[in-house]
Structure formats: C-alpha cells, structure tokens
T-cell receptor, first 114, second 113 residues
Framework: NAGVTQTPKFQVLKTGQSMTLQCAQD?????MYWYRQDPGMGLRLIYY???????DKGEVPNGYNVSRLNKREFSLRLESAAPSQTSVYFC?????????????FGPGTRLTVT | DQQVKQNSPSLSVQEGRISILNCDYT??????FLWYKKYPAEGPTFLIS?????DKNEDGRFTVFLNKSAKHLSLHIVPSQPGDSAVYFC????????????FGDGTTLTVKP
C-alpha cells in the first residue's frame, strides 16, 4: 500500500513555463485535494475533488487548473508559472468529506519558480 | 481573516513533561476539529480529532480538549518524547466549509532530551 504518491519531488521552472503535478492514491478514497504550503504558514487549499467527476475551487485557485482523471488520480497544472507560485505542494485524499474524515497526505512537491 | 489561529509559532519542552498546543477559531459554524503532525520533508499525518458534541478525546499520550464557548481547543501530549518534535497543525471544518478543512499556521514543538 503506497498511500498517496506525488511526482515529481522537486521541480525548478522559469517564469512562464508550464507543468503538471501528478498525484495518485491507492486507498479507494473518494475525495482528493491539492494544497500549497508557504514558509511559516499553514496549508491552503487550491482545489479539491469531492468525488470522481467533480472539482471545486478552494481558497487560492488562481493560476491553477486540476483534472480528476479517475478515482485514483488528481493532477494539478500550472499553465504559466509565476515566482509567487514557489511553494511546497501537497496532495491529499480522504474517504469522505475532509471535514469529517482525516486526510492522508503525499510527501509533497517542492517547486521553485525563477 | 484567518479563521483558525495557532498563536504560538514554537514551543519547547523537556522530555517527560507535558506539551500543550493551543488553537483558536473564529467561525462558530465549525463543528469538527483535527490535529495533524508534520515532520520535515514529509506530508502531514493525522493525529487525533474531536467533534463539537464532545469536550475531550483521548488517544494514548494525546488528548484534545474543546471549549466551544471560548472557541478554543488544545492538544496535550503526556509524556512528551523527543520523537514528538514536529510541526503540529490544527484544522477545523463545518458550516459552509463542511467538505474541507481550514488549517492554522502550525506550532513547531521541540522536545529536549
């Protein structure tokens, strides 16, 4: 059981470049989430998917898009990276709604935009 | 407006003593609270949770207390161990945020041997 996996672990982009962060879970969870964590701050929700086929904006969605490819996979795309998107990105999943079920987090992707 | 606040960025305690981590919230609709623990270069892991119908929940060395009138919760770790050194995040949900958790900024706990 791998839990939640994320690729890549590290990435450096130039301003304006695009990339997709991949996330997969093998726990048969219904809900998946993308967060960013900036230094000294908590986790801020970017997008989430309550179930396969649905996605919703979180607290900080601007500059990002997501795709819930199937029940297992939830990707996050940066179309035109900006230095303000330098952060650590965490994917998470939960059996049901995050507010009522604990979330399981991946190890994170450390992204630097120059 | 930050709805979940952890006002102490850091806390240092001696091994064997009690660690008390605090969390305040402003949204009176929050009715479910969770604590997560995070080691460097890893993702957060779930620690313990509490529903607003309770005022205490215990799991081994970890106890969470909820004071709804004060909109305050605390995590007690007894006895503290060096392996407990990590960042602890408080999270809350409820009302219009029922499907997702709002996180505090975290408290870094250091347990000295």
């Amino acid at each position: 059981n791998a839990g939640v996996t994320q690729t890549p672990k590290f990435q450096v982009l130039k301003t304006g470049q695009s990339m997709t962060l991949q996330c997969a879970q093998d726990m048969n969870h219904n809900s998946m989430y993308w967060y960013r964590q900036d230094p000294g701050m908590g986790l801020r929700l970017i997008y989430y998917s309550a179930s396969e086929g649905t996605t919703d904006k979180g607290e900080v969605p601007n500059g990002y898009n997501v795709s819930r490819l199937n029940k297992r996979e939830f990707s996050l795309r940066l179309e035109s990276a900006a230095p303000s998107q330098t952060s650590v990105y965490f994917c998470a999943s939960s059996f049901g709604k995050a507010g009522r079920y604990e979330q399981y987090f991946g190890p994170g992707t450390r992204l630097t935009v120059t | 407006d930050q709805q979940v606040k952890q006002n102490s960025p850091s806390l240092s305690v001696q091994e064997g003593r009690i660690s008390i981590l605090n969390c305040d919230y402003t949204n009176s609709m929050f009715d479910y609270f969770l604590w997560y623990k995070k080691y460097p270069a890893e993702g957060p892991t779930f620690l313990i949770s509490i529903s607003s119908i309770k005022d205490k929940n215990e799991d081994g060395r970890f106890t969470v207390f909820l004071n709804k009138s004060a909109k305050h919760l605390s995590l007690h770790i007894v006895p503290s161990q060096p392996g407990d050194s990590a960042v602890y995040f408080c999270a809350a949900s409820g009302g219009t945020n029922a499907g997702k958790s709002t996180f505090g900024d975290g408290t870094t706990l250091t347990v000295k041997p």
